[in-house]
């Protein structure tokens, strides 16, 4: 068992676990951020992915030992309260999102790529979101949807 | 003219969504919640010797170990009639996926430390593996007692040994499609709890919660009432949940233990067990006059359906009855077999059989076009069906006016007509080539097949709604489309219109969700429903306003008359409820079929079909043997869209499966056990992969549906792999018969070409 502290979404959480977990399974069932989903287990969907210091990582493949001290954003920590950020509002309009299990991982993707390159063409966001597997749309309102985004409202 | 309906509208819960809130089987917790497991056979087939628990359920934490002696109701399950599927099996392993026995422990590592301490003996024994072999007489069985064909079905019309005596060229050919994983992003799963009363509550990633109650109730030995069936946020299904997979066994933990058990398959698990798209292969043969038009036309489709018939004769049954392709075939035979064998069970996958049956016609029809030197747009229209052809099945087309618009708005977009300005050979190894196909697609479940299905709506006395419906949704829009329509019936906004998801004790039965039916069947419901609360509102603002009922009209939140604004639903709603007049009303809609049927129709016929051309260019890379898709328009008639951005969601998503099925999806199994069982081995298309799509739409209203609108959640996926397959056909002139077209493939077709 370890004591990790884990700052996640602007809240520090201390949490006694065995620090093999996975991250994803403490963020689910130590703190209820049931956001990132499992959808492989393994880091080949991308339906887990989360901002972890910066970066989007498959929350799948972290241990909760590596997030020890670490500063986490997940999908609940996007929005200001009740006002959506422009990726999420842009994929409502774009129907970017069909069943909605792919979403928060995509929109975690989308997030961190656009921390990087905030002003991407459509091409270099297929790329960034290449990791993120979804089986109900074929990407196209997707991609369009963070484009939009990236151009439209302020930056991430 | 409708003023929500046929408006581009988000999705009912786009806020959830987005914001991670909203909650699929997974996310669900209840204090005391313990961890299912299920133990799957190592070995398949086999003899089970011995199931032992007793060391198991001496570990700490572990809270039950369930086998087949524990099942109290009949331990069995189906997905229609034969229940031939154990929940846990007793005596024999028949397939990969058979459950040996269920456990509940307090966390996921004592759950996996049980399941390891079970003992388990098999006999191993030979298997049945490949279905044709499967066929031929002193065959291996599957089932002491059963033969390995489990149906053969003949749809039979006209003389085809005339028809074939009097065909100027006749085009034989014979093809395979693969195994095919569903491949939804949720994991399926289930969570049970217990109500104090007894009561079973289970909430499931499903696509038929009432039909899921049913069997749970019979495996536990209940009355029927005394399960719930709740379905949350469905994480994708495409049929591959239109059946009970773990609901049942989480009951029985539950019952049990006493506690909530939430038992959810891990990816690999998921691969392994659940229905799969059948594989099957077709022999085709077709028979044409010179001028291209189709004399007789003759199929032989083998299905593998696995060890349990799951939905196995209703696929072939489905491939059976469009098999003649969208044209005029004056002689037909097909000949269906539903086999058994020890590989994965096959079952609902969308498309159901027609996707097979697609890829094998639009081959020979190209076949047939190649040899008559016909273009292969123009023998399609030569064949086309139109209102009043006569289906081999028997059916008459009540309206064929859309597969032609198809097939020419399809070629309009793809600029087919002006293919050969367009370089063949823009590099020594690169051909490129142009591929077209046609496709008939069916909405429901058939003739005699129950297809029905009810809703129940209710206006609140401030003018809003609330619409509970047994459909679920499990990506395709179904809550978004049936709110529209109880919106545009009620002369409200979509937004004031609250969707109840399905909950078998409080929303009616609305039947599965699948066939393409939910949009026709319950949105029929919800039209019924609402045209009765509607009565009341208008009644209510007659009183109110002082006009006949017959002058008003709701729009916008509003009752016009004349043109004007003259009150607001909201008043008119508060009106009728002091004047006691009713604001809540069920719906209920059968399919129907209208006198259109021939007396001798096969009897599962069907009498709504949408159509869907597709056009593929492709760069084919001869050295690698690497397909690319350029450009796929397609085309596809709706009767009506109701949702355009969810329609065009759904139609751009089912090509992308169609091209997964064309070029890069199969699950490989090596005697009846999957070998790809992950996400990285079994490949779906990524955002990198997939080629830009040319979307078009044909709107001829079918007269039965809710505002014209026809089901489309299935259709596209079907043209797509043959006009690939076609198109590849054009740049290299080599024949691929065998799906997936992988780059082996493609170079081996090559090499054998010379």
Known sequence: ?156 | MTSVVGRPTARVGAVEIVTGRAQYTGDLTFPGMLWGALLYPVHSPARILRIDAAKARRISGVMAVLTHADVPGLNRFAYSYVEDQPVLVSEFVRYQGDALAAVAAVDEATAAAALATIEVDLELIEGVFDPVEAMQPGARRVWPDRNNVHEHLVIERGDIEAGFARAEVVVEGEYTTQLIEQAFLEPEGAVATLEADGTIVVYASCQSPHRDRRQIAVALGLAENQVRVMTPYVGGAFGGKDEVHVQIHAALLARATGRPVRLIRSREESIRTHVKRHPIRIRHKLGATRDGRITALQVEAIGDTGPYVNAGAEVMSVLAATASGPYRVPAARIDAFTVLTNNPICGAMRGFGIPQGTFAGERQMDKLSRELGIDPLEIRFRNGLETGTVLPTGAVVREGRPMKACLEKAAERSGWREREEIEREPAPHQRRGWGLAANIFTVGFGRSVPDSGGVNLEMTPDGAAILRTGAADMGQGAHTVLAQIAAEELGIGVEAVRVVKPDTDRTPDAGPASASRTTFVSGNATRRAAAAIRASLLEAASLSIGRPADELHLEGGYVHAAGEQVTTVAEAARVAKEANLPLHADGFYAMEYPEQLLDDAYPHAHQVFTFGTQVARVLVDTQTGRVTVEELTLVQDAGRVINPGGAIGQLEGGAAMGWGYALIEELKTTDGRTANNSLESYLIPTSVDLPPMNVGLVEIPEPLAPFGAKGIGEATLTPTAPAIANAVADAVGISLDDLPLTPERVLTALARSG
Request: proline content about 4%; glycine content about 12%; some cysteine.
């Open chain 1, 1 to 156: 068992m370890a004591e990790l502290s884990l700052r996640v979404n602007g809240t520090t959480h201390q949490v006694k676990t065995d620090p093999c977990r996975m991250l994803l399974s403490v963020l689910r069932e130590d703190l209820g951020l049931t956001g990132a989903k499992e959808g492989c287990g393994q880091g080949d969907c991308g339906s887990c992915v989360v901002i972890l210091n910066g970066r989007a990582v498959n929350s799948c493949l972290v241990y909760a030992g590596q997030a020890d001290g670490a500063e986490i954003v997940t999908i609940e920590g996007l929005a200001e309260g009740e006002v959506l950020h422009p990726l999420q509002q842009s994929f409502i309009d774009r129907w970017a999102f069909q069943c909605g299990f792919c979403t928060p991982g995509m929109l975690m993707t989308a997030y961190g790529f656009l921390l990087e390159t905030p002003h991407p063409e459509a091409d270099e966001v297929r790329k960034a979101i290449s990791g993120n597997l979804c089986r109900c749309t074929n990407y196209a309102n997707i991609v369009a949807a963070v484009v939009a985004a990236a151009t439209g409202g302020p930056q991430p």
